[in-house]
């Protein structure tokens, strides 16, 4: 199946909370996930509440990446949402599942802009995103 891109929509459990709540060490983590996808970081914006948990994306040229955490609960909800055959979604997951120290991890994939639905044809070898 030809598709626009990728979406892995994943929860990650028993996380280390003190690096879920450390907003400045989220950024350069999500940073460098995208980095490890080999895309390019276009901006990037993140949040800590009160009294914890941070919220942020990093905007990519070929999408986003986005987490919120919830420190007491071990708990990190991440996309990664690429575009183009040259980024590689799996391997920013890899890297935010190790420096989050999580013990369980759920993952969806989901193509998204599925060539066959958009009336997309014939693209094969055509660079999209």
């Keep these: 199946m030809k598709a626009l891109g990728r979406h892995l929509l994943i929860e990650l459990y028993g996380c280390e909370p003190s690096v879920l709540d450390d907003v400045a060490g989220i950024e350069e983590h999500m940073r ?5 996808a080999n ?3 276009v901006n990037s ?7 914890y ?8 040229a070929e999408s986003h990446l ?4 919830w420190p007491e609960y071990g708990y990190a909800a991440v996309d990664i949402f690429t575009c183009g055959d040259s980024v ?8 935010l599942k190790s420096v989050m120290k999580s013990q369980r991890e759920s993952i969806i994939e989901l193509q ?8 997309i044809e014939g693209l ?3 660079k999209v995103g």
């Excluded at 948990?53 to 990519?60: D, K, L, P, Q, R």
């Excluded at 986005?66 to 955490?69: A, G, K």
């Design 112 to 119: 998204r802009g599925e060539y066959d639905k958009i009336g």
């Design 53 to 60: 948990g941070v919220s942020g994306v990093v905007v990519i």
């Design 32 to 36: 460098m996930a995208a980095r490890k």
């Design 45 to 51: 914006t993140f949040h800590r509440f009160n009294p």
């Design 39 to 41: 895309s390019t970081i």
């Design 66 to 69: 986005s987490i919120h955490t």
């Design 88 to 95: 590689d979604p799996w391997k920013a997951f890899e890297y």
């Design 124 to 126: 094969e070898g055509v």
